[in-house]
């Protein structure tokens, strides 16, 4: 085993768990989960903590707001107590706003249904980053956000190690050229990766006992 793979050994074991089954998601290429995907990268682009986007999602869901239609029809005072039960306060009426918009989009470009998303990009990662910019409030970073945790089930994003996680790599020790720090991992495992570097990324103490442990 080289330095660089007990490492991601112990980065995995450590913070391997992605944001969406942090938040409860069980991905799967169809509409619902991937619905939930774009909420998290919606409530995860902004300037707050991951967790409480995580904890966001989970609050929205056992809300009864998992899909698009629950969503545009709930009302916003709904959609704002459920922010703030998870305690997702700082920015939650803007939120609550761009989460009824951008499911009136959805519903009203792809039948609410992000596969269609992904057929008009015609198999192009670029383009399937560019159309979900076009959601409010996303953003490059959150279609970057989403493309993490969309690449276990859309392998054309892959890698999708970007911003965070390659911040995290540096902080490792690791390769930070996407297509090396990839080759690091099975490609189902992507997802995971990116998301234990983005934690590293993000928590240096994380990156230090890692290191430490490794």
Not at 104 to 117: C, E, K
Not at 127 to 143: M, N, Q, S, V, Y
Not at 156 to 172: I, Q, S, Y
């Amino acid at each position: 085993m080289t330095d660089h793979d007990a490492t991601v050994a112990a980065l995995l074991d450590r913070a391997g768990t992605t944001y969406a089954a942090e938040a409860g998601i069980t991905l799967k290429d169809t509409p619902a989960p991937l619905y939930r995907v774009l909420v998290l990268g919606t409530l995860q682009a902004t300037r707050v903590q991951a967790s409480l986007a995580v904890a966001a999602v989970r609050e929205l869901v056992d809300a009864g707001m998992g899909t698009p239609e629950k969503m545009r029809d709930a009302s916003w005072q709904e959609r704002v107590d459920a922010l703030d039960r998870a305690h997702y306060t700082r920015v939650d009426e803007q939120t609550a706003t761009a989460l009824g918009e951008g499911a009136r989009q959805l519903l009203d470009d792809y039948d609410g249904d992000l596969r269609n998303l992904r057929a008009r990009a015609d198999g192009d990662p670029g383009r399937i980053r560019d159309l979900f910019t076009e959601f409010p409030r996303l953003g490059p970073t959150g279609a970057s956000i989403i493309a993490r945790e969309l690449q276990g089930v859309w392998p054309e994003l892959r890698p999708a190690l970007d911003g965070k996680a390659l911040d995290g790599a540096k902080r490792l020790g690791l390769p930070t050229d996407r297509d090396e720090l990839a080759g690091l991992v099975d490609g189902d495992r992507l997802t995971e990766f990116a998301a234990a570097l983005t934690r590293a990324g993000l928590d240096k103490k994380l990156a230090e006992e890692v290191t430490a442990g490794s």
